[in-house]
């Protein structure tokens, strides 16, 4: 995302190379900086600053920011810049700042009411990028809840203006959807298709995405792959994961090729990607051998992407040091990892914890706390949770017990459950679970069960 105003330059390098500094304007270190001399930018916006040019102050904040052209980076000066910026009245600034207090930067709490009132500052003067961080902003519901005609409003007047990552939010909104905000599938093609020619790599690679998949229009894999390569070639790190995907599963037109994809997938680990770490992971232990399996690698690649949040990586990487594979049984670090998971709402890390508890991996035995557990995952859709709560509640030996709500929970799984296979499996576990109850209490079952698919 882009945090200058939203102003093109006509000053060419060579220009501003020629001319002393004291004659040199914002322009000129503008110019610079898009050339990427950013040494030469900090010399000529230094003293255009010391005089109160507000640009260039906002310019030495992203200068201190991001630790560009020989300076060092220090969120205090930073801060100062920008703050400056604001106070000398430029827009970017405004922007720039608001980002600060949206997010928490630059060792700033997060500030709502701050945030607001300059980008509300910012699109006052037009400022397109802080038309799409307060749409941001308020799809976030950091100001209630959402109004979706005013984001969608900020959203497209920031797109006209050319805020290329406006297209791509709305793209994105259309594509998921939100509670109050029903799916699009043709508006979201129609976004990406915008952002993807206004230069949104992000843009390129969803649309990529709904080429592929034929979502909100036809399908056309050939020139998902090259919106792919171009998004990759354009510096998105993200872009090796998606070539890698496709590779990996295959399209039309596409065959499988392992090798392909674990070459992107690594391009994606050296770019920094979460997923690629992920998914080059998944290939190392999946036993096949056009890639050879290294389950110590495999760990390595998963404790990297779930220090950096991925909620899949967590659980996969327990499931290593559950098993065993690639180091030593640890099951205490499986369950640590499992809770984390859990706790951020994974249903499967909450099914799986479930088992650990149950039968005292990782600690003491705790039935309830499986219970829990299971009834949470269920309650998520998780089918297998739902038979696993289904076992615990129809045991009279142990607590808790309620067979009635345990058949119930077992026939709420066997409708749940999109597999035939595993849905046969489910009624018949659901058959002799039920065979232990009188026909009254049958009935009363298949009573609760409708009560948790009505809710659930």
């Not at 003067?125 to 109004?147: C, D, H, R, T, V």
Request: proline content about 4%; charged content about 20%; overall charge negative.
């Amino acid at each position: 995302m882009s945090r200058f105003s939203s102003f093109a330059l006509a000053a060419a390098l060579a220009a501003t190379l020629a001319l002393p500094l004291s004659a040199q304007t914002y322009a000129d270190a503008r110019a610079a900086y898009d050339a990427g001399d950013f040494a030469r930018a900090a010399e000529i916006a230094r003293p255009l600053a010391d005089a109160g040019d507000g640009a260039a102050m906002n310019m030495l904040g992203l200068m201190y920011d991001d630790g560009l052209g020989g300076l060092p980076q220090d969120p205090a000066l930073a801060l100062d810049f920008y703050t400056r910026s604001v106070e000398a009245g430029f827009t970017g600034g405004m922007n720039n700042l608001g980002r600060v207090y949206h997010y928490g930067l630059l060792g700033q709490a997060v500030d709502v009411q701050r945030a607001q009132e300059l980008y509300e500052r910012a699109i006052s003067n037009g400022s397109a990028f802080a038309m799409n961080n307060y749409a941001l902003m308020q799809e976030e519901g950091l100001l209630g809840a959402p109004n979706w005609p005013a984001i969608i409003d900020l959203y497209t007047r920031a797109a006209d203006l050319d805020e290329q990552n406006a297209a791509a939010n709305l793209a994105n909104l259309y594509l998921n959807g939100r509670p109050g905000f029903p799916e699009n599938p043709e508006l979201a093609r129609q976004w990406a298709e915008r952002a993807a020619e206004d230069g949104s790599a992000r843009g390129m690679r969803m649309l990529g995405y709904m080429l592929e998949f034929a979502v909100g229009g036809p399908e056309d894999v050939p020139r998902a792959e090259a919106l792919y390569r171009q998004a990759w070639d354009l510096g998105d790190a993200a872009a090796a994961n998606d070539m890698g995907l496709l590779f990996n599963y295959g399209a039309t037109g596409v065959p499988v090729d392992l090798r392909q994809a674990a070459q992107w997938y690594e391009a994606g680990i050296a770019a920094f990607d979460t997923w690629s770490h992920v998914n080059m992971a998944d290939l190392l232990v999946d036993g096949e051998p056009t890639v050879p399996d290294d389950p110590a690698r495999a760990r390595e690649l998963y404790a990297v992407a779930h220090g950096l949040g991925n909620l899949d990586a967590s659980v996969a990487l327990s499931y290593l040091y559950w098993d065993g594979i690639g180091g030593p049984v640890d099951y205490d670090v499986a369950r640590t990892l499992l809770t984390h998971a859990a706790e951020q709402g994974d249903f499967g890390a909450m099914n799986d914890l479930g088992v650990m508890l149950q039968q005292g991996l990782g600690g003491a035995i705790d039935i309830p706390g499986a219970a829990h557990l299971y009834e949470r995952a269920a309650q998520g859709g998780h089918t297998l949770g739902a038979q696993n709560l289904a076992y615990i509640l129809t045991d009279t030996s142990k607590s808790p017990s309620d067979p009635i709500l345990g058949v119930a929970w077992c026939h709420f799984s066997a409708e749940r459950e999109d597999d035939p296979q595993t849905r046969d499996e489910y009624r018949l576990n659901c058959a002799d679970l039920a065979g232990q109850l009188t026909l009254e209490q049958q009935s009363a079952a298949i009573a609760r069960s409708a009560d948790l698919l009505s809710t659930y």
